[in-house]
C-alpha cells in the first residue's frame, strides 16, 4: 500500500530498505514503510534549505491562504485519513478517536493560518523609530509521537509554514503511514521542497538524533518522553538549535471535599481515559478527599463500565487497543505493581492482544509505581487524602509538570488552588482540554517553550530590531 518511494522535496525517493507497520488491534500488516538513511535525510534537509528563500520571501497573505488550503485539505481527506489513522494507531474511529483527531487537526490549521506577524513599534519619536520585526528561521525539524501522530503533525508543520519556514518531518515509526498521506496531500499545493518527510524504524539509523546534530537545521520541535527530550537537548546544543520540546507528563488532579461525585465523573474520565490514557496532558493520578473518596470512585466506576473497547474500525468502538507493545508490556508492569498494594476497583487485567480494558485502583500513595511513573495507558490511580495542603504538596512533588486540574462546586476556592499548582495549564472541572487559541507547554522537566496561539507561532521566527 505504501511501499512506493515517498515525497521528499516534492519529488518521489526510493530507499533500500523498509520496515512494517502493523494495526495494533488485529496484529495484521497495514504496510510497510520506506527506511530511510542519513543520506534520505540529508538530502530532504537540502531540499528544505533550498526551498527557504523563495517560501521565506513569498507575500504573508500568499502564505497564509495556502495554510487555509491545508486545513481544507484536511477536511476533503478526512474518511481517509481517519481510517488509515485507526488501523496504524489503533484508536476507534468514534468517540474522541480518528475523526476527532483529523477534525482537531483541521481546526487547529484554519486556527493558525489566521494569526498574525505584525511588526511592532518600540519607539517612534524624535529620537528615532525603532521596530521588532519577526524573521523565519530556515528548516524546522519535527519530531512527532504516536498517539497522535495527525494533529501533532500539523501543530509542527502549519506555525513553521506560516511564519515562512521550511520543514522536515520524522513521524514514529509505530504511525507513520497517516503522516506520509498528509505530506502527499499538502504537497500538491506547496511549492517543491517546503515540506519534506523522512520514515525509519529508528535501529540502524536513528533519525532523531542526526536531525537534532544537523548543521542544517535551525530548529527542532519535538513530542515525546522527557528521556528523549532531553537527548534531542543535548545532541541540538553544538549547532545552537532553536528547540520547543513537549515532553512527558504526570499530571494530577485533586478533587476538593466540596465537589459532586456524580456530576464530575464523567469529566474524570475522560480526562484520565481520552486516546486510552495515551495522552501527554492526560491525568494520570487523582487526589480525592477522604469524605467523598468512595462515592467518587463508585461514580467513575459505573461510568467508565459502559464504555465499549474494541477494534477501532468497529463503529460502535469508543477506546481501542495499547498501541504497540513496549507500552504495554510497562503498562501491564504497573499495574500488577499496583495490585500487590491497593484495590482493584476496575479492570486491572491484560486482554488478548494489546488490549488493556480500562483500569482504576484505589488504595495507592506517592512512591507507588503506579503513582509516580508515567503510565501512559488505561490506569488510573485514585489516591485518598485528608489535608488539602497535603494532597497540593503530593501533587506538585514530581519532577514534571505538564498540566493538572482542580476539582470543586466553588469556582474562586478552585482557581486559588490551581494557581498553586506547579504546571504549564490547569483546568477546572475538566482536564486537557487544549485549543488552538490557548498557549500550551509544559514547566520543570515536562518541556521547553510553548506551542499554540501568537506564542507558540513566535517561537517559529527569529527576532530583528531595526533601528532608524
Not at 156 to 165: D, E, Y
Not at 234 to 240: I, W, Y
Not at 279 to 294: E, F, G, N, Q, W
Not at 359 to 388: C, H, K, M, W
Request: net charge negative; proline share 6%; hydrophobic share 45%.
Amino acid at each position: 500500500m505504501l511501499d512506493k518511494p515517498r515525497i521528499n522535496g516534492g519529488d518521489p525517493t526510493a530507499t533500500v530498505d523498509s520496515f512494517a507497520v502493523y494495526n495494533p488491534s488485529t496484529g495484521a500488516l497495514v504496510a510497510n514503510v520506506p527506511n530511510a538513511t542519513e543520506e534520505t535525510l540529508n538530502a530532504a534537509v537540502a531540499a528544505a534549505r533550498a526551498a527557504f528563500p523563495a517560501w521565506a520571501a513569498t507575500p504573508d497573505g500568499k502564505r497564509q491562504e495556502i495554510c487555509r488550503k491545508i486545513a481544507s485539505i484536511l477536511g476533503d481527506n478526512a474518511e481517509e485519513l481517519a481510517h488509515l489513522l485507526t488501523q496504524e494507531q489503533g484508536k476507534p474511529l468514534n468517540g474522541l478517536g480518528s475523526r476527532w483527531e483529523v477534525g482537531g487537526a483541521q481546526a487547529w490549521a484554519s486556527h493558525t493560518a489566521e494569526l498574525a506577524i505584525p511588526s511592532k513599534v518600540l519607539q517612534d519619536d524624535e529620537n528615532g523609530l525603532i521596530t521588532l520585526e519577526r524573521k523565519p528561521l530556515g528548516v524546522v525539524g519535527s519530531i512527532t509521537p504516536w498517539n497522535f501522530p495527525l494533529m501533532i503533525a500539523i501543530w509542527h508543520i502549519v506555525p513553521a509554514l506560516r511564519t515562512g519556514n521550511t520543514v522536515v518531518i520524522k513521524p514514529s515509526p509505530n504511525t507513520p503511514l497517516t503522516t506520509l498521506r498528509m505530506v502527499e496531500l499538502l504537497n500538491e499545493v506547496l511549492p517543491a521542497g517546503v515540506l519534506n518527510i523522512v520514515t525509519g524504524d529508528d535501529k540502524a539509523v536513528n533519525l532523531g538524533a542526526l536531525m537534532s546534530a544537523h548543521p542544517d537545521i535551525r530548529k527542532i520541535i519535538f513530542t515525546g518522553s522527557c528521556a528523549t527530550g532531553q537527548k534531542v537537548m543535548e545532541s541540538a546544543a553544538a549547532t545552537m538549535k532553536r528547540l520547543t520540546l513537549e515532553m512527558g507528563g504526570n499530571d494530577a488532579g485533586i478533587v476538593l471535599p466540596d465537589a459532586d461525585p456524580a456530576a464530575i465523573a464523567e469529566g474524570l474520565f475522560w480526562g484520565a481515559f481520552i486516546n486510552n490514557g495515551q495522552t501527554c496532558a492526560a491525568m494520570k493520578r487523582l487526589y480525592v478527599h477522604d469524605s467523598i473518596h468512595d462515592a467518587v470512585c463508585d461514580a467513575l466506576v459505573a461510568y467508565a463500565r459502559n464504555i465499549p473497547v474494541g477494534d477501532g474500525l468497529d463503529e460502535n468502538s469508543i477506546l481501542g487497543p495499547v498501541q504497540n507493545r513496549m507500552q504495554f508490556e510497562k503498562l501491564k508492569r504497573l499495574v500488577q505493581s499496583a495490585r500487590q498494594k491497593g484495590n482493584v476497583l476496575l479492570g486491572g487485567e491484560p486482554g488478548e492482544g494489546l488490549f488493556f480494558p480500562p483500569t482504576i485502583i484505589s488504595g495507592l500513595e506517592n512512591g507507588d509505581p503506579l503513582v509516580d511513573e508515567e503510565q501512559f495507558g488505561p490506569a488510573l490511580p485514585v489516591i485518598r487524602y485528608t489535608d488539602v495542603e497535603q494532597a497540593l504538596a503530593d501533587a506538585n512533588a514530581l519532577e514534571t509538570g505538564l498540566g493538572g486540574s482542580i476539582w470543586s462546586s466553588d469556582i474562586k476556592a478552585a482557581r486559588a488552588m490551581a494557581a498553586r499548582m506547579e504546571c504549564g495549564s490547569v483546568w477546572i472541572n475538566k482536564h486537557g482540554a487544549i485549543q488552538p487559541n490557548a498557549p500550551f507547554g509544559g514547566v520543570k522537566q515536562s518541556g521547553l517553550g510553548v506551542e499554540f496561539s501568537e506564542e507558540g507561532l513566535f517561537e517559529y521566527t527569529d527576532i530583528q530590531v531595526v533601528f532608524s
